[in-house]
């Protein structure tokens, strides 16, 4: 069966009144925006509590699926057939007709369910079950009726069209994109922040990302790892814009400057400072970082503490409880696994000392920051005036 429309269920949680229409709207300027990367045109729109997804040209179906699957905010997609014609024995043909396309094999239970929202129309649903089930078990005599447990549970819906449907294929869940504020994604070259970014995206946040190089230490091939990176994870959270700061002079300076063994937590602290100051400027509302406890010397609890003091905004670090191999599953899962584990340097690793602080002072650190205080503001504002920004799309 070629398929011409899709209705696209999503959980009803928090989408009673005003937000409703937040909600559908939100959902359909993403779908929109997930099938204008599909070959063909598509019409998405919306009907009294129905997302239809229609197609005015020749598609690929694996594509689109694919595409929408892509799309937060999608619990169910459902591939259907939509008739204009209401005439009662045109609607029983058809129904039949797609019971033999769409089921080659015939050796299955069924229930017709039916809703009449087009409160004209001259038989009721119970009626329109009956009827329906009898020209099935008629047409395809190995079909049985279950009603409690049915292989095919066809739905028919009777409304401006009639909808024909019993295919569902699972959406991924979660909230449109758009539904809930802004957070500065700090995006690495790495397994975890990729993965942080598209957890957060899934709860409807838009995501805007900001990247630290070291040139000349760090590489063209590293930067476009994570420009890639971030081009992964838009096809689920819509574009991102890219900020890409050169943060080689602020890391000379506190390597001159403080002990080489707070270097990392002192780096990771002028990372949220500066993802912050260009987070308010684009409106954003929080941090996302992809920090788990105890991974890395930087993120014991004492070194988490410790660069989240320096943060006024919430910093959500989705994946704080998970052990790795968790975080690796749904990298895999996503796709951005296999770009991660590219072998190019990051700005951390290079500076980073032998035998780190596990356990960081605040005190401590507070206090060698204050070495930093001749130059430091000025390179932070060099830093975030010179940043670049890549939109990934
Ligand atoms: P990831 O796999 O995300 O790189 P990681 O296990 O390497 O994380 P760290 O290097 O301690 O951990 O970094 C912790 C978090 O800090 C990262 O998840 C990311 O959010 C942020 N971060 C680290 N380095 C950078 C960078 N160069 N640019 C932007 N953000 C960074
Ligand atoms: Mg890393």
Redo the contacts with the bound molecule.
């Keep these: 069966m070629t398929y011409q429309s899709f209705l696209i269920k999503y959980a009803e949680i928090g989408t009673k009144g005003k937000n409703r229409y937040l909600f559908e709207d939100a959902l359909i300027h993403q779908i929109k925006n997930a099938l204008k990367k599909v070959e063909g045109k598509f019409l998405a729109s919306k009907e009294s509590g129905r997302i239809y997804v229609q197609a005015q040209s020749k598609y690929d179906y694996e594509e689109v699926i694919e595409a929408l699957q892509k799309v937060f905010g999608i619990a169910w997609i459902c591939p259907m057939l939509q008739v204009e014609d209401k005439d009662y024995e045109h609607l029983k043909k058809t129904v039949a007709e797609y019971i033999d396309e769409v089921y080659e094999d015939k050796n299955f239970t069924f229930k017709v369910e039916s809703r009449r929202a087009d409160k004209e129309y001259p038989i009721h649903s119970e009626q329109i079950n009956r009827d329906l089930g009898e020209v099935i078990l008629q047409t395809f005599p190995q079909t049985r009726v279950n009603v409690r447990e049915p292989d095919v549970l066809l739905r028919v819906e009777i409304r401006k069209l009639v909808n024909i449907y019993s295919l569902m294929i699972p959406g991924p869940g979660g909230m449109p994109v758009g539904t809930n504020g802004k957070a500065m994604?700090?995006?690495?070259?790495?397994?975890?922040?990729?993965?942080?970014g598209y957890m957060i995206a899934k709860r409807g946040v838009k995501i805007d990302?900001?990247?630290?190089?070291?040139p000349p230490y760090?590489s063209e091939r590293a930067k476009q790892k994570?420009i890639d990176l971030a081009k992964q994870v838009s096809r689920y959270s819509g574009p991102i814009p890219l900020h890409i700061?050169n943060?080689t002079d602020i890391q000379l300076y506190i390597y001159e400057k403080c002990p080489h063994e707070e270097l990392?937590i002192i780096m990771?602290r002028y990372?949220m400072r500066i993802?912050e100051q260009i987070a308010r400027s684009t409106d954003g509302l929080a941090l996302?970082?992809?920090?788990?406890i105890g991974?890395?010397a930087?993120?014991t609890v004492q070194s988490l503490a410790s660069t989240n003091e320096v943060c006024n905004m919430p910093v959500f670090r989705p994946?704080i409880g998970f052990d790795k191999q968790e975080?690796v599953d749904i990298s895999q899962k996503i796709g951005t696994f296999e770009t991660?584990i590219q072998p190019y340097e990051?700005?951390?690793?290079i500076f980073v000392a032998k035998h780190p602080v596990i356990k960081p002072n605040l005190e401590r650190i507070r206090r060698s920051e204050e070495s930093l205080k001749e130059k430091i503001e000025e390179l932070v504002q060099a830093a975030v005036e010179t940043a670049e920004m890549v939109w990934c799309d």
Excluded at 185 to 196: E, T, Y
Excluded at 288 to 292: C, D, H, N, P, Y
């Design positions: 994604l700090l995006l690495s070259g790495g397994i975890d922040s990729p993965v942080a990302a900001v990247y630290f190089h070291a760090t994570v700061v943060f990392t990771r990372m993802a996302i970082t992809g920090e788990s991974q890395v930087s993120q994946l975080i991660s990051d700005c951390c690793t």
